[in-house]
């Protein structure tokens, strides 16, 4: 299979209830997809302004300063001890690494590539990229033996679960006896929301408590997209095996791969920075507190959602049933069809909205019950 042979991109499906939600009187609150709103923090701005100056070729490894950043990161922020230089890189954001770790690890046609079973899509899009067979389990054990590849998610994305150290530990042990990479997709892992993960770190397939003290085989993936506003930066990096990352070094070289100076620059200011984390953090709690019990009231089931970007809503029917009668009240939401077969009765709403439109749509789900 190749790029011609990929589906159609799903989001066309839901152009239709778009434009009924546009047609609402007090306009649409589009609640469907993950791309923030709020302003990129100045402290990032003024990083970016201050390394326009990039006249040569950025490298692909990256600049020695965003390096240690992201070192001094994971130590800080995610208990992710014993890294070094050797162990990370930055990425073009993180789904082009999504997409393409298949390609990178020289993946083909008998290999499987497991991901969980609500799924983000661009896990299978990278298997079937490379004619790999896209597996969904959220279950070591069934894991088979031609696993060559095995992508955790947590938090979740749609459904905000968090693995624990126990379940990241099982995943690791079975990728290792399989011989496959074990990547996890950590991108939200600042915004933890429910008991124990409103107080506590977030664990990482990095931690301690999962790997001790032996990295082999097992990834660490990041973006700086959702803690801080950075989504059109494309700012993102990974962490762990110094021989995985090495590897895929070199295969980026090859494909040119590389950030830009300036947004290096960026990176090491919002890495650096923990309190526009913790207010972007806010911002986004005050939007859940909004919008869960309005949608509750609306007589929707929140599902998992303890962490992440986005509320997991069911109220028992097709999602694009559920999808009509939102979008007749002007709101805007992801079909759970868009995640795997196995949740086609969610729906996913994201936080990323301004509050004055999370506000409007608490109010028309509550006058429509």
């Known amino acids: ?93 993180s789904k082009e690494l999504v997409a393409l770790l298949p390609l990178l690890l020289g993946l083909g046609p008998g290999d499987v590539v497991v991901h969980p ?81 409103d107080t506590e770190p977030i664990p990482s397939a990095l931690d301690p408590r999962v790997v001790g003290e032996d990295m082999t085989g097992v990834l660490s993936v990041y973006s700086l997209s959702k803690q801080s506003n950075l989504a059109g930066y494309r700012a993102a990096f990974l962490a762990g095996d110094p021989a995985v990352v090495a590897r895929l070094l070199t295969a980026r070289k090859h494909l040119g791969l590389m950030l830009p100076v300036p947004v290096q620059a960026a990176m090491v200011a919002a890495l650096g920075d923990d309190a526009h984390v913790a207010a972007q953090k806010e911002r986004y709690r005050h939007r859940r507190e909004v919008l869960r019990p309005a949608l509750e009231d609306a007589g929707f089931r929140i599902d998992a959602s303890e962490a992440g970007l986005y509320l997991w809503a069911t109220e028992g029917r097709d999602a694009w049933e559920s999808l009509d009668r939102l979008s007749r009240l002007g709101i805007l939401a992801g079909p759970g069809h868009f995640y795997g077969p196995h949740f086609p009765h969610h729906v996913r709403l994201s936080l990323t909205a301004a509050d004055e439109r999370v506000s409007a749509a608490a109010a028309r789900l509550r006058t429509n019950l």
Do not use: F, K
């Open 117 to 197: 079973r609500a799924a983000y899509p661009t896990y299978e899009v990278g298997a079937r990229l490379v004619g790999a067979t896209p597996l969904a389990s959220d279950d070591p054990a069934e894991w088979p033996e031609a696993t060559r590849l095995a992508w955790v998610n947590s938090p979740g994305n749609p459904d905000g679960a968090v693995l624990g150290v126990s379940a990241l530990r099982a995943a690791v042990a079975r990728a290792r006896v399989l011989g496959a990479v074990l990547a996890s997709d950590e991108c939200y892992a600042e915004l933890g929301w429910d008991a124990p993960w």
């Open 1 to 93: 299979m190749g790029v011609a042979d990929l589906a159609d991109y799903p989001w066309d499906a839901v152009a239709p209830y778009a434009e009924r939600a546009r047609a609402h009187p007090d306009g649409i609150v589009d609640l469907s997809i993950g791309s923030p709103v709020d302003a990129t923090p100045d402290v990032v701005a003024v990083a970016l302004r201050s390394a326009t100056d990039a006249h040569a070729y950025p490298q692909t490894v990256g600049t020695p300063g965003l390096r240690s950043a992201i070192v001094d990161w994971y130590a800080r922020r995610r208990g992710v001890v014993g890294l070094a230089p050797d162990n990370v890189l930055p990425t073009v954001g």
